[in-house]
C-alpha cells in the first residue's frame, strides 16, 4: 500500500511539473513573439520617420516583416539540424564520406534558398517603396553599413573579419 502510495504520488509530480514546463515554454514563446513584434514596430517607426512612409505602406511592410519572421524560425531551425548531423558523425563509419557529403548538399541548398529568399525580400520592399524610397532606404542601408564598421572594425564585410572561424 505504501508502495502504491509514492508511485502515485511520484507520478503526480512529475505530470504536473512536466505540464509546468511546457506551460513555461509555451510562455517563452509568446514572449519571444512580442518581442518580434515589437521590433518590427520599432523598425515600422524608423523607416516611416526616414522615409515617410504612407499607412498603406506600413501595413504592407509589416505583413512582409511577420512573414519573414516566421520562415526564419523554420530555416534556424533546420540549419542547426544539419549541424547538429555533421557533429554526430562517426569518421570511423564506412559510409562517412557519403554522410558527410550529403549533409554538404543539404547545407548548400539550405544557403542557396536563404540568398534568394534575401532577393525576393528585397524585391518585395522596392515593390512597396516608391522609387524616391528606394533610393534614401539604400543610403540609409548604407550609413547603417558604415556605423556598424566604425563600431566594429574587425567586422568588416562579413562577420568575423580576418579571424578564422573557430
Known amino acids: 500500500m ?3 502510495l509514492i508511485v502515485g504520488i511520484s507520478a503526480a509530480i ?3 511539473s512536466s505540464a509546468g514546463f511546457t506551460l513555461a515554454h509555451a510562455d517563452d514563446d509568446d514572449r519571444m513573439q512580442k518581442r518580434h513584434e515589437h521590433r518590427i514596430e520599432h523598425r515600422i517607426e ?11 505602406q506600413q ?7 511577420l512573414s519573414q519572421q516566421e520562415q526564419r524560425g523554420d530555416k534556424q531551425a533546420s540549419r542547426k539540424d544539419v549541424f547538429k548531423q555533421l557533429q ?15 549533409l554538404v548538399l543539404q547545407a548548400q541548398d539550405q544557403t542557396k534558398s536563404m540568398i534568394l529568399e534575401k532577393a525576393e525580400q ?10 524616391e524610397q528606394e533610393k534614401q532606404f539604400i543610403e540609409l542601408k548604407s550609413e ?5 564598421s566604425k563600431h566594429r572594425p574587425d567586422h568588416k564585410d562579413d562577420r568575423h573579419g580576418e579571424k578564422k572561424c573557430r
Open 88 to 102: 554526430q558523425l562517426d569518421p570511423s563509419a564506412a559510409d562517412y564520406q557519403t554522410q558527410l557529403n550529403s
Open 14 to 16: 512529475i505530470s504536473l
Open 59 to 65: 501595413v504592407q511592410l509589416k505583413e512582409q516583416m
Open 46 to 56: 524608423h523607416l516611416t520617420k526616414t522615409l515617410s512612409l504612407t499607412e498603406e
Open 144 to 148: 547603417m553599413d558604415d556605423k556598424k
Open 122 to 131: 528585397k524585391e518585395k520592399l522596392f515593390e512597396i517603396l516608391t522609387p
Open 2 to 4: 505504501r508502495k502504491q
